[in-house]
């Protein structure tokens, strides 16, 4: 019986076979590998799997150490054409593997998923992740509830607040698990609060050009006024264990461009509370708005980037009118004034894991003194974000091996996947050091 799983591929139909003798491979960028048998762990509660069009599976064949494309096989006697299978795992876990598979053209650009490796053994689909976060938390199960009621009712309490209509669209439409949280009072409430960004993300969640993917949601488009978001997040913060309420979402811009209303919202929270932890997601391009923030009350800040490299950021993000270097000074202003400072590294297998990105991401903990790296998967494509890095034609050192090297570098930084409450920005330092170990 083979340590590693067996290659997973399915029909036209969506019929999802495994294969008899071909083993499950990986790719890292554009390599295709054959992992670790430790690499693959059982498959999490509350993953889905895709059948990616217009591929080709890859397998390997221990007999001949090759790794080949399937392309037909027999099934229930007939020759069929077969398509490379892959999973989405729930938060919490960061994908070390893309799924191997041969482009067909023409093709379409896929929808923003994080597509991950994945294989069939003893009678369940593994997986190449880890648990980045030892938080149960945001457990899928946790989120079963129809809240249809409970959403109506909050709109019959709060008639006349946006952020509120929002978030029932996100709960009710989106499935969104963070509105999710802010409905069933748990955990994080988002406050979604700028219809437009000074970023154009190839990858972004809430704006898409038409050539592309479909955006995962439309892009927020009112501009709220301070009591609405102290209204909606008050009630939180004073109810919820180790709560926290958090500007800059998946369905909006920027929230550095509308710091006013957001410095006068952190200021009428204050007024009204002391509890819970008040946290901004933002791409970090306006330093001196961040100073703002942090004279107006907040706690914490969770940067997002996908490299510690100048040139590789500017691929992805296209800023306009700010620079990397603006980023790094808003991380840095953060840590002077004593703001929790974290980043949401995009991370994707074959570009993350080089050689050049990782140096980078040393000189960007030196530079900012970061407390937390977020692990979170980069959701795209995975063809439309390695088209723009072609230098990057080899595979990259591993993603667990990239944080293994961080952590011995930088024994204080701590890392994980989802925000913190102030609560406990320092209680997972031990946890940290393991995560990487499925050894
Ligand atoms: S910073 Fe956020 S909102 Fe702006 S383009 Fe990037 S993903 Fe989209």
Redesign the pocket.
Known sequence: MSQQPYLVFADDCGQIYDHPRLWAVGNSGHETLLPEPDEWIPIPYGSELYILPQTFPLGYQPQTGQIRPLEFQRLNGKRRRVYAVSAYTPPAYTRTLLPAAQYTQPREWLPLRSYTAVGWKDGQFWVAVFKSDPRDGWNPIYYQEDLTAVVQQKLADYPHNRVWKQLARCTLEYQCNAAYNAMKKRLEIPLPT?SA?????V?????QPEDSCPASHD?VTYRLRAHEIAEAAVPHLESVDQAVASF?Q?C???PLLQTKVIAEAIQLIRQHTAKGTININ??G?LPREVQKLCDAGLDAIRV?LNSGVTESYNRY??PRGYTFADVKKSLKICKENGIFTSINLLVFPGITDQPCEIEGLFQLIEETQLDYIQLRNMSIDPLMYLDLYPEYSHAGRGIRQMVQQLQKHFPSVQFGYFNRAKEQWYSFAETTQKITGNK
Do not use: A
């Not at 960004?197 to 993300?201: A, I």
């Not at 990858?203 to 704006?207: A, D």
């Open positions: 700028s960004c000074n970023s154009s993300c990858g972004c969640l809430s704006f892009r800059g998946g909006e811009g920027e933002t791409n391009s997002s993000y296209q």
